[in-house]
């Protein structure tokens, strides 16, 4: 079992910046993909970036132009830069992993966003 912390979440008036950090613990030998996806309360939770362990990242086009994932894999977390932030990215976030191989994901608890003056 991996277990998977996020922390770095609060409040952040428009056009501010956040990272967020997910360390993960446990069996962490197949974390081949790490990223973050986010759920508004109502809505289907939304893909917002992935990294492999090599380092090739995805971002969600929506918000590709505002946001930065990162990863260490000698630390085992992924970070997640945000940048011009928008009431609309107020949501709970939750930081992933998953192992190609058994094709199984782990969450994280998530944690909250708001972008708000």
């Known amino acids: 079992q991996v277990q998977l912390a996020e922390s770095g979440g609060g409040l952040v008036q428009p056009g501010g910046s956040l990272r967020l950090s997910c360390a993960a613990s446990?069996?962490?030998?197949?974390?081949?993909?790490m990223g973050w996806y986010r759920q508004v309360p109502g809505k289907q939770r939304e893909f917002v970036a992935s990294?492999?362990?090599?380092?090739?990242?995805d971002h969600a086009g929506s918000i590709e132009d505002r946001i930065n994932v990162s990863r260490d894999n000698r630390k085992n977390t992924v970070d997640l830069q945000m940048d011009s932030l928008k009431p609309e990215d107020t949501a709970v976030y939750h930081c992933?992993?998953?192992?190609?191989?058994?094709?199984?994901?782990?969450w994280g608890q998530g944690i909250q966003v708001t972008v708000s003056s």
């Open positions: 446990g069996d962490i030998r197949s974390n081949d993909i």
């Open positions: 992933y992993s998953k192992n190609l191989f058994a094709a199984k994901y782990f």
């Open positions: 990294i492999t362990s090599g380092g090739t990242a």
